[in-house]
């Protein structure tokens, strides 16, 4: 038997956000329109609680293609942000899925639970925030440290979104693109 989730007609994919049982059944990868998990590779997640913490926070932007994220729950983590040497640039569309070529990670990963498109491609703003060199400039204007160094305060979750929408990475808008990932450069 099936428990209703809320008191309502069946649905079979009229409306957005809403898919019939078929249309949740397909890949969500055929409607992700940049592929941010082939290129956006996770390196590291950290803390950040004090000015050596931070700082090097700071340091690994200044390395070609390392871009930082920030979650809601206080996390960081750095990201290599280059396509897969297998990502086809025009499409978006891997080049040897299906072949024996295909990286085991890429056969194995579960596009049900993708955590790339969500956070990245769709704009989740509300569980992550990318972060570049302008926008740690800002954080860095607003943080607030004790005698030990040791972070006391920092902007809230929504001073950072309010203030990162108007403030777009710079890969993006050096190559004209709205999406999180695309249009990244060889």
């Known amino acids: 038997m099936l428990t209703k989730a809320k008191e309502t007609a069946i649905d079979t994919g009229a409306g957005a956000g809403r898919l019939g049982y078929r249309a949740a059944k397909e890949s969500p990868c055929l409607t992700c329109p940049t592929s941010p998990c082939c290129s956006y590779l996770p390196l590291h997640r950290f803390r950040v609680t004090n000015l050596v913490e931070l700082d090097h926070a700071v340091y690994l932007l200044n390395f070609d293609r390392v871009e930082l994220g920030l979650a809601a729950s206080g996390e960081w983590s750095a990201h290599y942000r280059h396509p897969c040497r297998f990502l086809a640039r025009d499409d978006y569309r891997c080049t040897v899925h299906g072949t024996d070529r295909q990286p085991h990670i890429c056969q194995r990963y579960n596009p049900f639970t993708c955590w790339y498109k969500r956070a990245l491609a769709d704009g989740l703003e509300d569980e992550f925030l990318r972060v570049d060199?302008?926008?740690?400039?800002?954080?860095?204007?607003?943080?607030?440290?004790?005698?030990?160094?040791?972070?006391?305060?920092?902007?809230?979750?929504?001073?950072?979104?309010?203030?990162?929408?108007?403030?777009?990475?710079?890969?993006?808008?050096?190559?004209?693109?709205?999406?999180?990932?695309?249009?990244?450069?060889?």
């Not at 972070?151 to 979750?157: A, D, N, T």
Request: glycine letters at 6%; charged letters at 35%.
């Open 133 to 186: 060199s302008r926008r740690m400039s800002f954080i860095l204007d607003h943080v607030v440290f004790d005698e030990n160094r040791q972070i006391l305060e920092v902007p809230s979750w929504d001073a950072l979104t309010e203030t990162f929408a108007e403030m777009p990475i710079e890969d993006d808008r050096r190559l004209g693109s709205n999406d999180s990932c695309g249009g990244a450069e060889e």
